[in-house]
Every structure is written in C-alpha cells, then in structure tokens.
DNA sequence: TCTGGGGTCCTAGGACCC
DNA sequence: TCTGGGGTCCTAGGACCC
C-alpha cells in the first residue's frame, strides 16, 4: 500500500464561474475585481495573454480593457462559493474525506495499491465528471507529500501535455521535478524568504530542498524545514478533515466613498458586529473582548492619515449582536476623531472559546444574558432564510458605507429571481 | 475618482513568578 | 572577589496561505 496526497485545485476559479453562464465569453478575456472594483484577483487565461496581472489596478488597465474587449466583473462570492460547494459534492462520490483548503481547491490522502496508472484514470475521471456537470476545469496533482502534490498540479496546469493530472510515479524523478522549478512557487515559500533565497543563490525548490537542515531551521523555522523535507518526499503535513474552530474572526472593508461622520461609521461597524457575531454562533464560541479600527486611505498622500484600534473587554463572555455592538460603539467612540476621511473600518474578536461551558459569576444578570442569546439564535434562523433582520442603526444607511460594485454579476444558482431566463419566441 | 479581505503559525522579548 | 535560573504567559511583528 501506498499513501498518496491528490490536490484538486480549479483553474482561474473566479473567472471560470463567471464564464458559465456566460457562453458570449468562451475564449474572451475576463477579469475579476477585489471589492470595490479596486484591483484584479482573478483572471482568465485569455486576460493574462493581453497582458494583465493579478493584483493589477482596474484604472491602470483601463487602455489594455478597452483594446482587447476584456469583460470586467465585481467580485460575487456568494456564485463561486456555491460552485465550490458543488465541485465538492461531485469529488465525494469518489473520495468520502476530503479537506476544503480553500474555496477552489480540496486535497485527498489516497492509500492503495493501484498502480499509478490506476489513479491516474481515476483523477482523469474526477476531472471529467466536473468539467461535464459543473462546467469548471480543475487540475489535479498527485505525490507522496502534500508539498509535492502542489508542485505537480503546476505542472499539470501549465504543461498541456498532461491533461490535467500530474503524478509523480516515484522518488527517482524528485530531482527532475525539482530541478527548474522556481523556489518561490513552492508552497510555504513566498515573497520574502524567496528574496532572501535569491540573495544566496538559491533559485529552484532543488536546491532549497537539498539544504542543511540546521541551516533551515535557523533561517526558516520549523516551517522552512518541513517544507524542504515535504519536498524531499518526507510527509510533515497531515490532512485536516475537519476545519479547526477559528481561533480569531475579523470582518473588515474599505468604503466605497470615504465616511467622516460617527453615524455613518457606527452603521458600518453595527453591520461588522452582525457578520462576527453570526460567525461565533456558527461555530458556537463566545468572546471575552472585542476591538475596533478605523483607518483613512494611506494611498491618499495629500490627506491627513490617522489609523487607530481599541480592544475593551465584555461584561461577559457573549456572542449577541446586541452585548457585542455595544461595546464596539465604547470602543469606537474611544477612537473617532472629527476631520478625518475615513476608508476602512473593521471588527474584530480573539481568544474565543466554546459557549457551551461558559461560567458566569455573581454578578452577571443571567437573565438578561440566556434573553439575548436566545433572540438571536431566532435571528440567525430567521435570516438564514430570509436575511431580514438588522439592528435599528443599521436602517437606511447602508449606502454611506457600502461597497463600490457596478459590474456585479447575477446570482445565478443561489437565487430563483435572478436564474438566468430563456427567450422561447 | 480608483490600491481586497480573512485567516494561520512562529519567534523574540519582556513581565512576572517562585 | 559572587548579582540565578527556569518556567509561563503575553504581545508585537513578520512571515505565509488563498
């Protein structure tokens, strides 16, 4: 028996959903925006022929947008979200455990004695079921170690050859694998240390791999040294089936329009409280403490900048709506100065830990608390359905701070009003 | 006009305790 | 002629991921 890792990781995964539904835009390029239509998070292929980059500036573009007939989208989370979801779905009818590393992509651990060309039918298939039902291209790469499974699905995305799924068959042709690959592409390695990499001459995942391990220890912590011995084909990093409980939750975003007023800013942050407090009762955590900041646009040179963050401590341990926006009001009052434009604001709650086992002291009012608890618990099944309900500040003022999004696509599969329609005359 | 958002882990250093 | 040492907790900062 062998034990292999596969990553199935879908390619240009924003712009790919937003082709679904679009089949004017098959081979067109198509980029997608960050919130607030600032920069570029994802493209097409056909956008990256043109030219352009992730983390590009849509205003910097605009020539290349314009030229090319690049079709441009807001970001609509809530679609890719749903496809993900279903990629998901179709990969459990083969693999009953698999990890969701991140919205587009999922890793498998595989024991078995079927040889390599076995599983390679079988991810060819997995990749076929998804292309058929989904309508979303994925590549999968397969290797003894998580690490490796990741430098394979490059080449499986980026070399036509393999169609899709790359495996390596085994440790002899590490150093083949190895040998050019860019060492800032491995996984674990990123901007800063692949600088400090270059600086002494080590360019590809070969040579950091082949490192002394006391000199990575040293310079990349434990970290670096399971990297380079994932690398080596020495499994370090075992699957995570079931997500950990966030250890700290922050809901943050820029203005579409700069705010100066408290009413307006105290609008948004009620609204952040409601997106934190929803996230602690789905895991079922409370906090002890929550924190606010507030910030001005530090790309605005010309204007006073001022950044500042609070955190207070609770009455007690909650995860109400109600408990909570009350005292990030205290703390953002605290912070609010007048003559500022503010961009950006956030909220944020560390150290939770489970509302199953609080213990209240004596002075606690645990009528009140066990009260507001159970409201919201109503709320969250109310707005689970519906997503009505908001705290009274909220109302009417969501306009001030709301996010810049004019090029927002439909909400095709989550929404019956907004499925696509088709003309029968 | 225009610059994302939400996480994790590790380390070093200071405070504090006995 | 000498000025401990080990352990724990917390925080800030820096790296990484998508």
Request: with cysteine; proline share 3%.
């Amino acid at each position: 028996m062998t034990t292999w890792f596969l990553i199935i990781d879908c390619n240009t995964f924003y712009a790919s959903v937003e082709k679904v539904f679009r089949p004017d835009l098959r081979n067109k390029p198509v980029v997608v925006l960050s919130n607030n239509d600032g920069v570029v998070v994802a493209l097409s292929q056909e956008a990256k022929d043109v030219g352009i980059k992730r983390g590009d500036l849509l205003f910097k573009i605009e020539e290349l947008v314009k030229t090319h007939r690049v079709h441009v989208f807001s970001s609509n989370f809530v679609l890719y979200y749903d496809f993900s979801k279903r990629i998901e779905t179709v990969v459990r009818r083969y693999f009953y455990d698999v990890e969701k590393y991140s919205v587009d992509e999922m890793f498998i651990e595989y024991t078995t004695d079927k040889s390599v060309d076995e599983i390679r039918e079988t991810a060819k298939k997995i990749r076929d079921t998804i292309s058929d039902e989904i309508k979303i291209k994925v590549s999968i790469g397969i290797a003894p170690t998580k690490t490796l499974a990741k430098v394979m699905n490059r080449y499986a995305k980026k070399d036509k050859r393999y169609q899709g799924v790359a495996i390596l068959k085994d440790t002899n042709l590490l150093q083949k694998a190895l040998f050019t690959y860019p060492a800032g592409d491995v996984w674990g390695i990123g901007r800063q240390h692949s600088k400090n990499l270059a600086a002494q001459g080590i360019t590809t995942a070969w040579q950091f791999s082949q490192m002394n391990d006391n000199w990575l220890r040293k310079n990349f912590s434990i970290v670096g040294l399971r990297t380079a011995r994932e690398l080596r084909g020495i499994r370090c990093i075992d699957m995570e089936l079931h997500p950990p409980d966030k250890k700290n939750i922050l809901c943050s975003r820029s203005f579409g329009k700069p705010i100066s007023e408290l009413s307006d800013l105290k609008a948004a942050v009620s609204a952040f409280v409601q997106e934190v407090a929803e996230k602690l009762r789905r895991q079922k955590s409370v906090c002890k403490s929550i924190g606010v900041m507030v910030m001005t646009n530090p790309h605005r040179k010309d204007q006073k900048q001022y950044y500042n963050s609070v955190m207070l401590e609770l009455p007690y341990a909650a995860n109400d709506n109600l408990t909570l926006q009350e005292i990030a009001f205290i703390g953002l009052e605290k912070i609010f100065r007048t003559e500022h434009l503010y961009k950006k604001a956030g909220v944020f709650v560390n150290d939770l830990f489970s509302s199953e086992n609080i213990q209240y002291t004596l002075w606690d009012n645990a009528a009140k608390i066990s009260k507001r608890r159970h409201l919201f618990q109503t709320v969250d099944t109310i707005n689970t359905s519906l997503g009505l309900i908001k705290l009274g500040i909220q109302k009417g003022t969501e306009a001030k701070h709301s996010m810049r999004q004019t090029k927002k696509s439909p909400n095709y599969t989550t929404d019956i009003s907004q499925v696509p329609k088709i003309d029968m005359d």
